[in-house]
């Protein structure tokens, strides 16, 4: 999961539920991440502080005894998670809410309708791997595409799939492949030489770029 997620050494990651520290520990020992974990038992967040001293990586890896639905973790860069159906749902909105790029895992257990953009098989288990998009969807002005002065765009979203339309006057084109991955939206379609254009935007709050 954590390679999957391409965690580096200037990730802070978070652990919800972090047991006995498995995955801080090894987000802080192979990939250099500075991690925290929230594990509600008392017993078990002690026991997982201790195994952190243990492996050597007590200078980036803090085990707090908290409740994940309390504790503020938006600041991480990275959450990880193994917890049932209903708590990863009871979580979503607080995930969705994060800032747009996070990367998100789950061991064994989904995210309901959010669609993950992997999913991770090694032998019986089975892992999740999702990014949370910025919301883009409305309608905006843009300029500069295909030449042809202003265009409406409109898009509608549902996490990170996104539709949608391009308009200059009376003429509409559908937008292709559309998708968010992060704070990016891509999407193509076709312009007036009848050629397909990739265009990737930003979006920056209130300001696609």
Do not use: C
């Not at 076709?190 to 930003?202: E, M, P, W, Y």
């Amino acid at each position: 999961l954590l390679t999957a997620a391409r965690v580096t050494p200037e990730d802070d990651l978070v652990d919800l539920g972090a047991g006995d520290g498995k995955i801080p520990i090894a987000a802080a020992r192979q990939f250099g991440a500075r991690a925290w974990g929230i594990e509600y038992n008392k017993d078990l967040a002690g026991l997982a502080q201790r195994n952190a001293q243990r492996a050597g990586v007590a200078d980036r890896v803090r085990i707090v005894h908290g409740d994940i639905f309390k504790e503020d973790f938006s600041k991480a860069t990275v959450v990880t998670m193994y917890l049932l159906e209903e708590l990863n749902a009871q979580l979503r909105p607080t995930i969705l809410a994060m800032r747009p790029g996070t990367r998100v895992l789950s061991n064994t257990f989904s995210m309901g309708d959010w669609e993950p953009d992997q999913v991770i098989r090694v032998g019986s288990n089975t892992g999740y791997f999702w990014t949370v998009p910025a919301v883009a969807a409305g309608q905006w002005t843009v300029q500069g595409l295909d030449g042809r002065g202003t265009a409406l765009l409109q898009l509608t979203q549902r996490h990170q799939r996104v539709g949608g339309t391009l308009t200059w006057g009376s003429q509409v084109q559908p937008l292709l492949g559309a998708r968010m991955d992060g704070a990016h939206l891509h999407f193509s379609y076709v312009n007036t030489d009848g050629q397909l254009q990739a265009v990737q935007l930003q979006v920056q709050g209130q300001t696609l770029s």
